[in-house]
């Protein structure tokens, strides 16, 4: 798929800068060593099934699928951690907001522990705390959740290397196979610049798209901090896809 030009509304054509992007094989992050290309890429077109398949609709979700704080609660408490509103609107390369958009989010606990059999971290878990959800966007291209922040924690790379505080994100397209994964960091954050997993970005630009910025005009009074992260699909202004590196 690479070499693909995208028309903007105007006519105008967004191509990438394809500097913009970690190289596939960069050795701060080890594990990518091993599973970079060893050989050029080929193109795979979208086949029939996976262009016209079924997509989520409003329907599908519920009423707390937005709402980490109690969307695995055990007993009706809501789980341990600084309390959050995340929101932002998902755009195309032209700024349009881009409508009906399913929109997952996974994050660790307030310990930086996530719930998964093969999570190796010491930090405890929170029987409250599941740590995924998921929104459809608005008319206007908008998401929000509620969450805790998520703790940093320790990864097994060069011995002693941390990831900052991050919630993982899932952009679907029109059909399933469609589907566009990114980070999103928090403002302020010194480990931001310490991770080797950022690191890898050669842009300090793609860098800050990545960053959530604290909104203190939607801050929940007595309740919940807020932070904006808008999500661009495509184009020079894009955010930075880890399985979409040439952003079509
Ligand atoms: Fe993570």
Same mark, same amino acid.
């Given at each position: ?5 995208l028309?903007?509304?105007?006519g ?7 500097d ?12 990518t060593? =091993?599973?970079a290309?060893?050989?050029?890429l ?22 707390l ?11 009706g408490t809501?789980?341990?951690?600084q309390r959050?509103?995340?929101?932002g609107?998902?755009?195309?390369e032209n ?10 989010y996974?994050q660790?606990n ?8 093969k ?9 409250? =705390?599941?740590? =995924? ?8 291209? =908008? ?6 922040k ?11 290397d ?14 399933f196979?469609?589907?566009l994964i ?5 403002e ?8 080797p ?16 910025r ?9 309740d ?25």
């Amino acid at each position: 798929m690479s070499g693909i030009i995208l028309p903007g509304a105007d006519g105008v054509l967004f191509q990438r800068d394809r500097d913009w992007h970690p190289k596939a094989d960069t050795p701060g992050y080890k594990s990518t060593t =091993f599973r970079a290309p060893k050989h050029s890429l080929l193109a795979l077109g979208p086949t029939k099934s996976e262009l016209t398949g079924p997509t989520f609709g409003h329907e599908k979700l519920g009423t707390l699928d937005n709402d980490l704080i109690r969307n695995f609660s055990q007993d009706g408490t809501d789980a341990i951690g600084q309390r959050l509103v995340v929101y932002g609107q998902v755009l195309d390369e032209n700024a349009r907001p881009v409508p009906n958009t399913l929109v997952e989010y996974w994050q660790a606990n307030a310990g930086g522990r996530y719930r998964h059999k093969k999570e190796g971290y010491l930090a405890a878990l929170d029987p409250n =705390f599941g740590g =995924f959800g998921r929104s459809i966007t608005d008319e206007n291209g =908008f998401y929000h959740f509620r969450t805790i922040k998520p703790g940093a924690y320790p990864w097994p790379n060069t011995g002693n290397d941390w990831r900052p505080a991050h919630i993982h994100f899932s952009v679907f397209g029109h059909a399933f196979a469609q589907r566009l994964i990114t980070q999103m960091y928090f403002e302020g954050d010194p480990m931001i610049w310490q991770c080797p997993i950022v690191g890898t970005i050669p842009d300090k630009s793609a860098i800050d798209q990545l960053i959530a910025r604290l909104d203190r005009h939607n801050t929940t009074p007595m309740d919940a901090l807020a932070y904006r992260f808008d999500i661009v699909l495509r184009g020079r202004r894009s955010t930075m896809f880890e399985n979409k590196l040439e952003g079509n």
